[in-house]
């Protein structure tokens, strides 16, 4: 029987975290878990039960306490890569309280390292985001572009974390930081989804519960962008497809003969799709309205932003497998199992 490796994932109750988890399982991992429920309930938790029928090992703590770190990492000896999903991601809310954010994504990231370092463990997959590149100066962005000023304290907390990997890499670790794109859609079972914290900060859940009638209109954030309906251009990615990339990228790791390295990918499609044709694709596919109101634009929104996946796609022998019509309806079919619809 295949040796399973185990791999510590914190943040594993969150929509990504989860999502991975489940490829995990499926590649042969034996993966094991963190979560603070600060975001997140137990409500994934038991979807990734529900979809693989396996049960796991769960540890409650923050990643910002060394102690509760040192204890997981003393009892999980063997691990073969770290996971580290743990963090706040609201760009509104960073704004508002941008000390929470630097403390607690910046602080959990410093936390982490020390405790890998004290406990011999130098595998880390780490969640970055496209908000490292601000308005980039020509898009498709690929890895090389240059940081802009980060249009928020949390895409700040995103490149401060970068930086931090860059400097401790020679210590000893394998780096690899994925440059998450605009994730959306659900696990196709509709066991796992986004599940956002009162009304929706992000697009993909704002549709749905529009949809499901949760909330009465859904405001496009701007038509007067220079773009050709006038309304902000994203990538939007499937979550598993965003899953899938980071199984890869710990085969990426295990292959790398080099005792340090550090190394940073794109997670995109490649393709940029607008506001507004997301909200019309959303009709046609579930035959469900939208209704929508145009209003001013959201401060700290970039114009348009699509990513180059070359280096993911050839390094780590990874592409996206779900369509954009894929991923609404799997939103969809989620929404309406959570909602009983
Ligand atoms: C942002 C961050 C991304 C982060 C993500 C997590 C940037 C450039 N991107 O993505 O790094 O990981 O948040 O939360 O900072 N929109 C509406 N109406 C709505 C909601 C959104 O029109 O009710 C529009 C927005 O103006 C934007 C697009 O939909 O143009 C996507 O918004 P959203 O889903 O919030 O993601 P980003 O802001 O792109």
Known sequence: MMERKKVLVTGAAGYIGAHTVVEL??????PVMIDNFSKSDKTLLS???????????????????????ENVL????????????????SVGESVAQPLMYYKNNVGSL?????????????????SSSCTVYGQPDSIPVNESAPFKRAESPYGATKQM?????????????????????????????????????????????????????????????????NTPDGSCIRDFIHVVDLAVAHVRAMEFLDRAQSP????????????????????????????VEVPFTIGPRRPGDVEKVYGDPTKANKLLDWKTKYSIQDSLLHAWQWEKKIRGI
């Open 161 to 225: 974390c970068e930086r931090i990997l860059e400097d401790v890499v020679g210590n000893g670790f394998k780096i690899i930081s994925l440059r998450y794109f605009n994730p959306i859609g659900a696990h196709p079972s509709a066991q796992l989804g986004e599940l956002p914290v009162g009304a929706p900060n992000n697009l993909v859940p704002y549709i749905t519960q529009t949809a499901a009638k949760v909330r009465n209109k859904l405001t496009v954030f701007g038509n007067d962008y």
């Open 25 to 30: 399982f499926n590649s042969g991992y034996e």
């Open 260 to 287: 340090t390295l550090l190394e940073t990918f794109n997670l995109g499609t490649g393709v940029g799709v607008s506001v507004l044709e997301l909200v019309n694709e959303f009709k046609k596919v579930t035959n």
């Open 110 to 126: 410093i936390t982490l390292l020390e405790v890998m370092k004290k406990f011999n463990q130098n595998k880390l997959i780490f």
């Open 74 to 89: 003393s009892q999980e000896r063997e691990l073969s890569c770290i996971l580290h999903f743990a963090a706040f991601k």
């Open 47 to 69: 979807g990734i039960r529900a979809i693989t029928g396996k049960d796991f090992k769960f540890y409650e703590g923050d990643c910002n306490d060394n102690i509760f770190l």
